[in-house]
């Protein structure tokens, strides 16, 4: 009734999806993990300034948790936008692309090897 071809393809094709989607959890579990070490550290960067007056004259803190606040939102901009524009599809048209470019040149090779006298091969043989 059904044939074992299409089956394991089905099962490849399931295989990769929940492959991907487990990658895209981990991205975002690890996105959220970043967020409460930045609260966090946040916090604990205003207690270091304030309460224990390290470095009081000057408010530091402000561009230690401005950098860390840059550094979480390419993090953001990383999971939810580059992800999309260079996510698994873009990987899949660039792997075909390399992948096309090899059989051509394969093919180029191969011509010209079938254009090139026997003569000529064997002295490129001798050469090597």
């Given at each position: 009734m059904f044939s074992k071809k299409k089956?394991?393809?089905l099962d490849v094709e399931q295989h990769e999806l929940v492959e991907n989607a487990q990658k895209r959890i981990?991205?975002?579990k690890r996105l959220y993990t970043h967020?409460?070490?930045f609260l966090i550290g946040s916090v604990f960067l205003i207690l270091i300034n304030k309460i224990l007056k390290y470095g009081q004259e000057y408010d530091w803190f402000i561009w230690a948790?401005?950098?860390w606040a840059f550094l979480f939102a390419l993090h953001i901009f990383n999971v939810f936008v580059t992800n999309r524009f260079m996510g698994k599809e873009w990987e899949r048209s660039q792997r075909e692309k390399l992948v096309q470019k090899q059989k051509d040149r394969i093919n180029e090779l191969e011509k010209e090897l079938d254009s090139t006298p026997p003569l000529e091969i064997?002295?490129?043989?001798?050469?090597?």
């Open positions: 089956n394991s393809k981990a991205q975002k967020f409460v070490v948790i401005t950098f064997e002295s490129k043989k001798k050469l090597f």
